[in-house]
């Protein structure tokens, strides 16, 4: 006997209303008050799918009719004509030919509805990850995200078709044949299969419970022994390196025996389902066919309908048979979109305000005013950041590790709030602008340029993909790669590869610089922009960089002090607070924080020439 398969009463409620939620959540993309045309198909799809049924429950009849015709049985004189019996079988043939026909309209003419449901769904999902603030993309996991949207997307696709097509026709059979059963014969039979019905449902959908939770221990051993077969082959040099072969083979074969155990579980509870079912639809349909034995031996019915209820009763248990995998199907649609929905319940934490303006940038005038923030409470980053880059002037950000540059740049960037003061550009606080607009005003070379898998001129063009090619030819030639660029076997159109892998760092910071060229923002942020390159490249790269600037407010970011000494102004930032501001000239003299960082970075710089001589 299987264990108690009853879930917990406030799991139950708990899994009930989480399946109402989801059935809300979908319904309106069945019947979309945008789309007549959707609801049009719905209705015809319904409408063939209960002609489908009825066509289906008249070839049971259509089966008595022959079967009294051929023994003489028939009531109707007509049919005992010779060729009655034949017509009653071609309209046998014709009626099953139908059934399936008319199921198949039905399919085609909601396959539209349903993959408008799927794209819909997919689209929003997509929509609403992106609308999600950094802070939550930085704490995701990429791959477990994805999984759960195409998991999400594909049960929804799945739910639909389920629920409409298997578990609907299903009840509508039987309510039909119920009635069927009660009209045409007697209420016994109708309380017969009505127990039966339910019995089976019952059991099954208990016994189902089960084994979802026998079949997920199942996975999770299966998961396990491959996991340790996976880890130990990618450290095959180390396994050899400790001798450790036989140790490696013991932890595998303890895995599989874990896996053996659980697989040998889940097929006897198959074997236990499938034994159930046996019995109750062998028992049910022994009991109505015994009862119309009987009558049939007294004369109260004839062959024909002897037939005819066991061709009803094999009927409907075939759909019977399939509930056990529709309704894990379902179950485990519901979870896939429980998870998907769970994301979709995920609110941005940086939102527009509902009379938000789009963002006027008149001169590029950017004001800090006593900016402060923190991730979290108990750790403050900024602690009252007061900064004034007027337009068209270049501000440099200098100080170690941790001292808050990078988050004044993803401040002025919004993907973040301030939790103190505020930021303006042009008198306009950040949250009281578009966020769109203000993406649009900002243009960003990050420290690590990340490039689509695509070509290089898709990559610059990114910036504005309605831009010709002469503008992004333009815009690379200002970021001094265009004969670079022409040098390669396709030109513009050469593969990058993944995260733009193919090109060296130089290379990927230029086409970034291009892009952001290409987009000619008002203001401009160099987020660290080469301090991951080596001397040579970043002298060569900063070239570019100056002229990229030309114009507009630059806000840099800097680690290496000799790319910021035509600064405006430097800041100097140590814990959250600015503690040194100046041009470079004037810190220096003044042999403080500044003058001792650029001291210690000239030595490095003088090392690295000495070693490279």
Known sequence: MPPDTSLPSDDAKADRKRGWTLIRFILPYLWPAEAAWVRRRVVWAMLLLVTAKVITLLTPYLYKLAVDTLSGDARDP???????????????????FLSSGVSELRNAIFAPVQMRATKDIALKTFRHMHMLSLRYHIGRKTGAITRIIERGVKASEVFLSFLLFNILPMVIEMLFVL????????????LVLLVTIMAYVVFTLKVTEWRVRVRQRMNKADQEANQKAIDSLLNYETVKYFNADAWEMSRYDASMADYAKAAIRTDRSLAFLNAGQALIISSGLCAVMVMAAMETMRGALSVGDFVMVQAYMIQITTPLNFLGSVYR???????????????????????????????????????????????????????????????????????????GKSTIGRLMFRFYDVTG????????????????????????????????????GYNIAYARPQATRDEVIAAAKAARIHDFIESL??????????????????????????????????????????????????????????????????????????????????????????????????LLAKGGRYARMWARQSAEIEREDGAQS
């Open 421 to 456: 003061g505020g930021v303006e550009i042009d008198g306009q606080d950040l949250r009281d602008v578009t966020q769109s607009s203000l993406h649009a005003a900002i243009g960003v070379v990050p420290q690590d340029t990340v490039l689509f898998n695509d070509s290089v």
């Open 329 to 403: 199907n379902i179950r485990q649609g519901l979870t896939d979109m429980g998870e998907m929905h769970d994301l979709l319940e995920q609110r941005p934490e940086v939102q527009d305000k509902p009379d938000a303006t789009p963002l006027q940038v008149t001169g590029g005038h950017v004001t800090f005013r006593d900016v402060r923030f923190h991730y979290m409470p108990e750790r403050p980053i900024l602690k009252g950041i007061s900064l004034d880059v007027a337009p068209g002037q270049t501000v440099a950000l200098v100080g170690p590790s941790g001292s």
């Open 78 to 96: 007509a049919l005992l004509l010779p060729l009655g019996a034949v017509a009653l079988t071609v309209a046998y043939g014709v009626a099953r």
């Open 489 to 586: 076997p396709e030109g513009y159109d050469t593969q990058v590869g993944e995260r733009g892998l193919k090109l060296s760092g130089g290379e990927k910071q230029r086409v970034g610089i291009a892009r952001t060229i290409l987009k000619n923002p008002p203001i401009l942020l160099l987020d660290e922009a080469t301090s991951a390159l080596d001397t040579q490249t970043e002298r060569d790269i900063q070239a570019s960089l100056a002229e990229a600037g030309q114009g507009r407010t630059v806000i840099t970011i800097a680690h290496r002090l000799s790319t910021i000494v035509d600064a405006d102004q430097i800041v100097v930032m140590e814990a959250g607070e600015i503690v040194e501001r100046g041009r470079h000239e004037a």
């Open 179 to 190: 009635v069927i059963f009660a009209v045409a014969f007697d209420w016994r039979y109708a």
